[in-house]
């Protein structure tokens, strides 16, 4: 029997959960589980992870915790419906964790069945909003706020109720990370840049991170559309005594308007910043910053999607995130090019469910063809994992896998093959966290792990390989050293706990592989 999840990001709004599942499993309480725990539901086991790669370590938990039957999943992601089930978690009882493919970025879902099957026959819709499927931007009613310290500054957001989806001013507390790492970003940069002064944040929201880089010291706009947006930002800047200009008016008219120059700008909007693109790279001097939530799209899980916003195929693969990072930084880079605007990532970064990245601009032709020269295509193997990756805007596919011979070799791009991030600036970044920020040791660690990445296109899945051998995998430092020890230069990533980059092809890691 295969019993669905859904992903929590690729399918925000429930619309694909199998309606027979709806009430049955109480799919609000199952995505409203802590990640990382599992919950037992009548007779499924129901587990959540942060990461698809979370999930066989979770599930060899939950089946040593008694689980009598091998489960299996489907995964819904709105496109299309994988069935990662009865293949791959055949041999969990000889000890080899499943692979599951990697088609999903974050929060698969995953059940089992203990005993006993699901009421077949109608089942009436859920008598409450679905919690916990729109887990960040619900809250209470305007007025009954909360109290959110971040660094040097406190601001009042809207209550989290996380039970209904309303108009309330969106915070999402999961961002901590992201503006911890900015203010550190916009730190370093002050010394790489001293003339950088003006700082746009393009969609303020509650304005938590205007506010916190006008108590850093920039000279900070924050526009938001949505008037109750503006009113918090104004509030929160008097809150924390901090100067600071708020606009109620569109990121694009703000950015387009001749009258002002930002050297910075960020922009974090609800899904793609696509449509933001133009206007930022018209008109910033120093330095862009980009947040993009619309993972499926940039990583290919929706693939026409991302073809419409990116300009470009993405492709799903098992380095899933790091095609959105590429995607991304591809579509910043032509849209900078327009301008004749080049780019160089200081730091890009795929945490959780979203894609974070800080190029820095260099105005100038030149500058702008040397940007659209790092553009080009990846060639996958869907049955070995070979991969290669071309430089230039015609794409020429092998027509048989030089690996296997598997005739089925994918194309994505064009996409972004250079540097997605300069090793020391992201050290300095590091060095200017401080003991005030709430993510500061996660961040510290993540920062640690891009600045050591072997910067080149494409990382592996060391666990992926080992289960496309049928063999178990090893540990990675022995797996590392012995690329090191093979001449291979070899790096972990960031991108999840079993990647890693390498210069070795696939068939020299399989040789040198313990
Ligand atoms: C994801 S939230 C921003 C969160 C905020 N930056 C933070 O760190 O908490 C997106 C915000 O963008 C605003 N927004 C969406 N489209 C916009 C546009 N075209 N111009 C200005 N603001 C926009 C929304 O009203 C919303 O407040
Ligand atoms: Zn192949």
């Known amino acids: 029997m295969v019993i669905h999840g859904v992903d929590a990001f690729c399918d925000l709004h429930g619309e694909h959960v199998p309606a027979a599942l709806v009430g049955v499993l109480g799919i609000e309480v199952v995505l409203a589980v802590p990640t990382g725990a599992a919950a037992a539901l009548d007779d499924v086991l129901v587990v959540v992870a942060d990461d698809d790669r979370e999930v ?13 039957r091998a489960p299996s999943a489907v995964a819904v992601d709105g496109e ?40 077949s026959g109608p089942v009436a819709p859920p008598e409450r909003p679905r919690a916990g499927v729109v887990p960040f931007n619900a809250a209470a009613p305007r007025g009954d706020g909360m ?38 970003a916009l730190r ?20 938590i991170r205007g506010v916190r880089a006008a108590a850093d010291g920039w000279a900070a706009t924050l526009v938001d559309r949505d008037p109750d947006a503006v009113a918090l930002c104004e509030a929160n800047l008097a809150r924390n005594g901090c100067d600071g200009e708020v606009r109620h008016d569109d990121a694009n ?69 790091e095609m959105g990072v590429r995607v991304l930084l591809a579509a910043l880079a032509r849209s900078a090019a327009r301008f004749d605007v080049g780019v160089a990532p200081l730091l890009t970064h795929a945490t959780r469910h979203y894609v974070r990245t800080y190029v820095d601009l260099s105005h100038s032709a030149g500058a702008a063809n040397e940007t659209v020269d790092a ?54 970044i590091r060095g200017r966290l401080t003991a005030d920020m709430g993510t500061r040791e996660r961040a510290t660690r993540l920062l640690e792990r891009v600045e050591g990445e072997l910067d080149r296109p494409t990382h592996y899945d060391q666990h992926k390989l080992y289960g ?13 050293d012995a690329l090191g020890d093979a001449g291979f230069r070899a790096s ?22 313990p």
């Open 253 to 321: 008219a703000v950015l387009w308007d001749p009258e002002r120059v930002f050297d910075v700008a960020d922009l974090d909007p609800f899904g793609t910043p696509a449509p933001f693109l133009d206007a930022t790279f018209a008109n910033v001097r120093d330095l862009v910053c980009v947040t993009a939530t619309d993972t499926a799209p940039l990583c290919g899980a929706h693939m026409q999607s991302g073809v419409r916003k990116y300009a470009c195929v993405p492709r799903n693969t098992e380095y899933h995130a």
């Open 492 to 513: 972990r990533t960031h991108y999840g706990g079993t990647t890693f980059e390498t210069d070795a092809s696939v068939a020299e890691i399989r040789d040198v592989a």
């Open 375 to 428: 553009l080009g295509f990846v060639y996958h193997c869907p049955e070995c994992l070979y991969r290669e990756h071309e430089f230039g805007l015609h794409a020429e596919r092998p027509d048989a896998c030089p690996n296997c011979g598997g005739t089925n070799v994918l194309t994505a791009g064009p996409i972004w093959l250079g540097p997605t991030h300069e090793s020391a600036f992201v050290a300095a």
């Open 147 to 184: 109290e959110v310290t971040e660094g040097a500054v406190t601001v009042d957001v809207p209550a989290q109720s996380g039970d209904s989806r309303t108009d309330a001013v969106f915070f999402n507390p999961e961002q901590e990370l992201n503006r911890d790492v900015t203010v550190a």
């Open 468 to 480: 496309r051998w049928g063999e178990p995998a090893v540990g990675m430092a022995a797996f590392l």
């Open 56 to 68: 066989p370590v979770l599930l060899h938990a939950a089946l040593a915790d008694g689980v009598d």
């Open 80 to 119: 299309d419906t994988r069935d990662y089930g009865r293949g791959e978690f055949a041999r969990v009882g000889e000890g080899v964790p499943p692979v599951l493919d990697g088609r999903h970025w974050h929060s698969i879902l995953v059940a089992s069945v203990k005993s006993g099957g699901f009421a």
């Open 188 to 207: 370093a940069y002050r010394e790489r840049e001293p003339r950088a002064e003006r700082y746009l944040d393009a969609m303020a929201a509650s304005g």
